[in-house]
């Protein structure tokens, strides 16, 4: 363990490899023998339960309510809705059997070919087919809408490269499903959801994020209009955290979902859906962290502070508790999670270490001159920076702290993504600086062509149209024709 | 829908049918296009949140955490451990092609035959074997031990008879796997996690339920004890609502999971797994509900209290309003989940009716008359009892009676279930009588001959040796040989 601490890849070294490093010395997440599929271990765990308790909670402020769909879909679900098959067809997990039986070897298990299903099933890419086919029988009259439903569930895209929380064959996620009466309300509703999402992002993660809309290209197969909130990760990078869609009439039409509207004419059904997965937790790792381990939002953090005594002997153990003990009761009681650590089997350095990787906001360490002075040491993670104070008002020291480390490392990420953000009119300097990273804000003509030719030129796509930025009129940079809009083009992950 | 209120079988008649009924009127769950498995709809859901939230809460209070595992285990995995895969292989659900591909006709998709896996993939049924396998890189010395995990997911076990909750082929469930150095350790975890379980049932889903332990033959595949919590349904059948497992060294030998204990020798370690499921919903419905619909504890349900007010024009709406909504906040700001129906669009009637189909605790009505006489309407779902009742003191009344219903509800299934615990000593006898229901209290010799005739005979299964009722010496009623134990009978679910 000792040894693993010091491991960590430096992020100027080779900042990929330094991710890889965290999220298995953090103890989040590990390879399993599955390919694609990860292990998500308890403290990465603890995270995701925190990210997905709070977005729950908005999302049933806004009157979603939760609800759970089959996992297996019918392979002819997928076909009903042409660009939706089109975008999940390539990477779709299929059962084609339900028994296996002993080999003829009687040494292991095959498949049973008699166990054969008359339709394949695929393991869910996303439930937009599932679900508007059982929508057809909710849904009759403008009475019964709108319906917004939400689940949390595993979801499977055989991918061909992965890597963990970012891009995995299966993967946690919640996906929101919204049916309204009217085209208005739709697009209202994806809307709203993503503003929840930056919402969250920005508050409880700490992590800014860009809002905009996805051009044609990049929209989620079957949506009308994809929005996106796309935050920026310390090499420049761009991560797509979370989307929102308006689905138009398209799955109605395909899954035949009508109601009678209050002229008891029959209309087909308007859709949103909406979602973010343990992605999130990239996003999160590589926003904030450093060379030193995972740098958490206290929000987010499962355990917010840990408290350190330093001691030879009994006495002073016992003497470091009995001072310490009010202060953690204090901080429990105000909602604060605290580890106290006064374990003896590792040494203090090793510890400070351990909590540093594991990005915990904040340390307080206190020993015997601390007791004889009635000081404390207050170390914070976001800047490592260490103090020794006075012992009284130590409480609401450090809930005003861990409000101020929330509030410093999305400032300071802010800050950092707001210097990386470029115009650029010229498309030679483009190609020169995007390897480099950062959001390049650029005119472009609309089409499909150019969007095409600076993906192929440079890996970099467009991102989504802004709404933070105004829409200026200008050239393109490739074509050289007339902008439509202007646009985020960036490499991403 | 007004219809559909109706249409409840009742449980006289039919007993089933009353119960797939109200699953359905009660908007608990439905059946999906996917055979055996089921969509859990909104509120139904929302029943299950709550008890997966109090359940979290005591798992994690013994210092379990959680985590989450692939939903995918190598086919060869399974065959690792030989009870295991006798008792699973008939019922995987096998994934065998990562994609699918354009069919020729251009019309669909099929399966891209050349997308087929190396090794055939199995839908987890139950995780312990990708657990254990992970198990082995987390464990190397004592210092490792304990590590309780567990995960909420969904399973899947392909089930020819499927009923809604009771037996799906996926079910949502939580599975706890625990590793311990010491056989001791890991037998007491089985059995704690067993009071977990047994405590959930009955101070929250007010189900009252016999502990025991398995006979061999009932284990779960690759345990060495199986501890089972079983109910008692209206119709006096069982329903093994939980179980908890000694699985001794067999997952550690299957997978080579050893540790280094304190001499530094290598042992094995010592395994538990345990879990309940959605399958508890249908305990739930099964054990308290009547022929109006749904009864439910108010610690479990999503709408504790309903208050309808009853008026005519919109000066008497007001009124009311403005009178109940000190009521609606008092309970609100106590933890009370209340519902305030004041839409006008449907009768009182239909509302009230609606309400008790869905288990609504206490209903609150109150009119204009009520309003001259500072009185209001209170009914209990349970006993349907309705009172008038000064409007001063409502809310701690209503707090009281949320807790004499819990109660209650729980009182009244204990006596029905002692009623029905029969001893039993003649197998003539037993034959008969065990078709009506209930639990038979009888000697057993041990032997699975006898079992095996027990169930040919009647359908009925040994649920467990109970830990409630002494252990006498007696003969075995159907070989009649020297009785091993005491153990409970009856025809299940």
Same mark, same amino acid.
């Given at each position: 363990m000792a040894k693993e601490l010091k491991d960590l890849t430096k992020r100027a070294e080779n900042y990929s490899q330094w991710y890889n490093d965290l999220v298995v010395k953090a103890d989040l997440a590990e390879q399993s023998p599955v390919r694609g599929c990860m292990v998500i271990k308890p403290y990465g765990f603890a995270i995701w339960e925190k990210m997905r308790d709070q977005l729950d909670k908005m999302f049933k402020a806004t009157g979603v309510q939760n609800a759970y769909f089959p996992l297996l879909i019918p392979k002819s679900f997928l076909s009903r809705e042409a660009e939706h098959v089109k975008g999940f067809a390539k990477e779709c997990a299929v059962v084609t059997h339900y028994r296996l039986k002993t080999s003829e070897d009687g040494n292991g298990v095959v498949v049973d070919?008699?166990?054969? /299903?008359?339709e394949e099933l695929i393991i869910r890419p996303t439930s937009e087919t599932i679900i508007w086919n059982t929508y057809k029988g909710w849904i009759?009259?403008?009475?019964? /809408?709108p319906i917004m439903c939400n689940q949390w569930c595993n979801v499977m895209r055989w991918e061909m490269r992965t890597r963990p929380f970012l891009r995995t064959s299966e993967f946690l996620w919640q996906e929101g499903h919204t049916a309204h009466a009217t085209r208005e309300e739709a697009e209202a509703e994806a809307q709203k959801m993503l503003k929840v999402y930056a919402e969250f992002a920005e508050k409880w993660m700490g992590v800014p994020v860009l809002q905009g809309v996805k051009s044609e290209t990049e929209r989620?197969?079957?949506? /009308?209009d994809t929005y996106t909130i796309e935050a920026m990760m310390q090499d420049g990078k761009a991560l797509q955290s979370g989307t929102s869609h308006f689905l138009g009439q398209n799955f109605a039409k395909s899954f035949d979902v009508t109601f009678l509207n209050k002229e008891n004419k029959p209309e087909y059904v308007w859709a949103t859906s909406w979602g973010v997965s343990t992605r999130l937790m990239g996003a999160l790792i590589m926003t904030h962290s450093d060379d030193n381990g995972l740098v958490l939002p206290p929000r987010l953090a499962p355990i917010q502070v840990v408290i350190v005594p330093i001691y030879k002997g009994e006495d002073q153990h016992a003497a470091l508790t009995e001072k310490l003990t009010p202060v953690i009761e204090k901080l429990r009681e105000s909602g604060v999670t605290v580890k106290y650590d006064d374990s003896d089997n590792k040494r203090p350095g090793f510890k400070f270490a351990d909590y540093e990787l594991k990005g915990v906001p904040v340390r307080l360490v206190m020993g015997g001159r601390d007791l004889d002075n009635n000081t404390i040491e207050v170390m914070r993670r976001d800047t490592l920076e260490k103090e020794s104070v006075s012992f009284e008002g130590i409480v609401e020291r450090v809930q005003a702290l861990l409000e101020d480390i929330q509030q410093n490392i999305f400032e300071k990420a802010r800050t950092y993504r707001d210097e990386h953000v470029y115009e650029c009119e010229d498309y030679e300097e483009f190609k020169q600086r995007v390897k480099d990273g950062g959001f390049f804000l650029c005119h472009w003509d609309g089409t499909e062509e150019t969007e095409a030719k600076i993906k192929e030129d440079?890996?970099?796509?467009?991102r989504c149209v802004p709404f933070a930025y105004e829409q200026t009129p200008g050239i393109d940079m490739v074509s050289g024709k007339p902008a439509k809009c202007r646009v985020i083009i960036a490499r991403s992950y």
């Amino acid at each position: 363990m000792a040894k693993e601490l010091k491991d960590l890849t430096k992020r100027a070294e080779n900042y990929s490899q330094w991710y890889n490093d965290l999220v298995v010395k953090a103890d989040l997440a590990e390879q399993s023998p599955v390919r694609g599929c990860m292990v998500i271990k308890p403290y990465g765990f603890a995270i995701w339960e925190k990210m997905r308790d709070q977005l729950d909670k908005m999302f049933k402020a806004t009157g979603v309510q939760n609800a759970y769909f089959p996992l297996l879909i019918p392979k002819s679900f997928l076909s009903r809705e042409a660009e939706h098959v089109k975008g999940f067809a390539k990477e779709c997990a299929v059962v084609t059997h339900y028994r296996l039986k002993t080999s003829e070897d009687g040494n292991g298990v095959v498949v049973d070919p008699a166990a054969k /299903l008359e339709e394949e099933l695929i393991i869910r890419p996303t439930s937009e087919t599932i679900i508007w086919n059982t929508y057809k029988g909710w849904i009759h009259s403008w009475r019964d /809408l709108p319906i917004m439903c939400n689940q949390w569930c595993n979801v499977m895209r055989w991918e061909m490269r992965t890597r963990p929380f970012l891009r995995t064959s299966e993967f946690l996620w919640q996906e929101g499903h919204t049916a309204h009466a009217t085209r208005e309300e739709a697009e209202a509703e994806a809307q709203k959801m993503l503003k929840v999402y930056a919402e969250f992002a920005e508050k409880w993660m700490g992590v800014p994020v860009l809002q905009g809309v996805k051009s044609e290209t990049e929209r989620f197969a079957g949506a /009308l209009d994809t929005y996106t909130i796309e935050a920026m990760m310390q090499d420049g990078k761009a991560l797509q955290s979370g989307t929102s869609h308006f689905l138009g009439q398209n799955f109605a039409k395909s899954f035949d979902v009508t109601f009678l509207n209050k002229e008891n004419k029959p209309e087909y059904v308007w859709a949103t859906s909406w979602g973010v997965s343990t992605r999130l937790m990239g996003a999160l790792i590589m926003t904030h962290s450093d060379d030193n381990g995972l740098v958490l939002p206290p929000r987010l953090a499962p355990i917010q502070v840990v408290i350190v005594p330093i001691y030879k002997g009994e006495d002073q153990h016992a003497a470091l508790t009995e001072k310490l003990t009010p202060v953690i009761e204090k901080l429990r009681e105000s909602g604060v999670t605290v580890k106290y650590d006064d374990s003896d089997n590792k040494r203090p350095g090793f510890k400070f270490a351990d909590y540093e990787l594991k990005g915990v906001p904040v340390r307080l360490v206190m020993g015997g001159r601390d007791l004889d002075n009635n000081t404390i040491e207050v170390m914070r993670r976001d800047t490592l920076e260490k103090e020794s104070v006075s012992f009284e008002g130590i409480v609401e020291r450090v809930q005003a702290l861990l409000e101020d480390i929330q509030q410093n490392i999305f400032e300071k990420a802010r800050t950092y993504r707001d210097e990386h953000v470029y115009e650029c009119e010229d498309y030679e300097e483009f190609k020169q600086r995007v390897k480099d990273g950062g959001f390049f804000l650029c005119h472009w003509d609309g089409t499909e062509e150019t969007e095409a030719k600076i993906k192929e030129d440079t890996q970099a796509t467009i991102r989504c149209v802004p709404f933070a930025y105004e829409q200026t009129p200008g050239i393109d940079m490739v074509s050289g024709k007339p902008a439509k809009c202007r646009v985020i083009i960036a490499r991403s992950y």
